[in-house]
């Protein structure tokens, strides 16, 4: 039942590849030049939305770059939101659940692939919807594809019950809107019974668990399931908007469903936590330091449930995007038209609103709070993450090819340069002569070399889609050539796909994006 050891990284020089980079070294000021803005953004969009109070950061290559404020935690006590304050994060704590499953995974407590009712004996009396429904899994449960109805309505409501009734709950049999396995759902329901799973995988109450293997090896001194643990000068209320006045919603008590949503923490505290997520990018050598390991929080950032594709009107830019995506492991992963990879979750309970989203490849990360029923925060993070983009600081790292790829594109553009049978002989894949002829490549190079003339590769690859596959840009004497390769998944690796094309003489179009 445990999960996979790390595999030991390739050596020698000819596969190994460095790990993608980022390539400015202002990248962080240019970064820092849009906080007054965002600042500024928040503080209408609190305002605008009636919301009591707020705090918001920006996490930066594992810092908290940035923390800002505003309004008042307390409204009758007339007590200002400060850089500690603490908030209740809802549906955030999946992730931390999520998190906890994992190390025990990792521990070999437990598989993904489990049936829920081997730690969860109250489930083996569900009646499933069709004769060949599966099991329902640890996995179905992380992935919200257990087939439990939706239930955010009714499960903001069930944060305080009782073990004793969340147990009656089981054993009366829960319906399901579709089999195990099928489709997404998002189901509270399945985080509580998580919860649970943690509980009696690990021989401790979830509580306690999460607190000592997850919050205090993250440093995340502020955070907890039970309200009445904050110091109450720290303690943020919240508030509904209701007959154009401010009404004070109850805090619940932590229970039963409290591995859903019951979390409370700090800006500080959260940042710390979402630089874990970051600092897992780029796979790469070196010490480990977060509770579970780098390749396992990756594996939580991945869809392992799809849900279907949505098509948006971006507030900030006007333009039109395609979202797909779907969920990780207590964590909602997207691709849009901007960013090929994003993790966000948000969460919402009587009283409060927050969010956290990330771009891995970027290594810049968003959070913020509310005490608003429900705060709304994605449409404003987009305009943050606008502001960010415009500084021109947001760059994805840039992928560094591997040694093995640099030499194939010199013996590819020394080919091209001046054939060598014996050369091509050498860098080929056994496909790539029968794929087409040796003699028929030879040929069209030298059509298009007659065509341009003698041709130099430029020292850089123009795109490196990975460490074994790219493309560079040859200037010749009348015009230029464009050359791809893609190396064989052999040692060492060879070519086995090669396309060489002049470039039109107005330039080749960019990269098509989906807008």
Request: glycine letters at 10%; proline letters at 7%; aromatic letters at 8%.
């Amino acid at each position: 039942m445990q999960g996979q050891a790390p595999a030991k990284a390739a050596s020698g020089p000819v596969f190994k590849a460095d790990p993608p980079r980022f390539a400015d070294p202002a990248r962080r000021q240019k970064l820092g030049s849009a906080f007054g803005d965002i600042d500024r953004l928040m503080q209408e969009f609190t305002k605008r939305e009636h919301i009591p109070g707020a705090a918001w950061g920006i996490v930066i290559d594992g810092e908290l770059a940035h923390l800002g404020t505003t309004g008042l935690r307390d409204v009758v006590a007339r007590q200002p939101v400060g850089p500690d304050t603490v908030f209740r994060i809802a549906s955030m704590t999946k992730s931390v659940t999520a998190m906890a499953v994992l190390k025990l995974r990792d521990e070999g407590r437990l598989s993904l692939d489990d049936a829920a009712e081997t730690f969860v004996p109250e489930l083996k009396g569900l009646t499933y919807p069709t004769t060949d429904s599966p099991r329902l899994t640890v996995r179905h449960l992380l992935s919200h594809a257990g087939g439990f109805p939706e239930d955010n309505p009714w499960g903001d409501q069930q944060l305080s019950a009782t073990d004793e009734a969340f147990t009656a709950m089981m054993r009366g049999g829960i319906p399901f809107s579709n089999p195990p396995g099928v489709a997404y759902e998002y189901s509270n329901y399945a985080f509580a019974i998580l919860g649970r799973i943690v509980t009696r995988a690990s021989g401790m109450p979830y509580n306690a668990y999460v607190a000592a293997h997850i919050l205090k090896p993250l440093g995340m001194s502020s955070t907890t399931l039970e309200p009445r643990e904050v110091a109450p000068a720290r303690l943020a209320h919240g508030y509904r908007w209701e007959d154009e006045q401010w009404k004070e919603e109850p805090q619940l008590p932590d229970g039963a469903f409290g591995a859903m949503g019951g979390m409370l923490t700090s800006i500080r505290d959260l940042s710390r936590y979402v630089a874990a997520y970051l600092e897992a990018w780029p796979p790469r050598d070196g010490e480990e330091t977060a509770p579970i390991s780098r390749a396992s929080l990756r594996e939580m950032q991945q869809v392992w449930r799809p849900r279907a594709a949505v098509v948006t009107r971006n507030a900030a830019t006007g333009a039109v995007d395609l979202n797909t995506g779907g969920y990780g492991y207590g964590l909602g992963i997207t691709q849009t038209c901007d960013f090929g990879h994003v993790v966000a979750h948000s969460g919402g309970l009587p009283g409060f609103g927050s969010l956290m989203r990330w771009l891995p490849e970027y290594g810049v990360g968003i959070i913020a709070f509310g005490n608003r029923t429900y705060t709304g925060w994605g449409g404003v993070a987009n305009e943050a993450i606008e502001l960010l983009r415009k500084t021109g600081g947001l760059q994805a790292r840039i992928i560094q090819p591997s040694p093995a790829l640099t030499s194939a594109k010199n013996d590819v553009s020394a080919l091209i340069d001046r054939w060598d049978d014996g050369v091509a002989d050498r860098i080929a894949a056994v496909n790539l002569f029968l794929d087409r002829s040796k003699d028929r490549r030879r040929a069209e190079i030298e059509r298009l070399r007659a065509q341009v003339g003698g041709c130099r590769a430029q020292d850089a690859f123009s795109f490196v889609e990975n460490p074994l596959r790219g493309e560079w840009l040859l200037a010749c004497e009348r015009g230029q050539l464009r050359a791809s390769i893609t190396l064989a998944p052999t040692m060492p690796p060879t070519v086995q796909y090669l396309d060489v094309r002049a470039v039109p003489a107005g330039g080749e179009a960019p990269r098509q994006t989906c807008r």
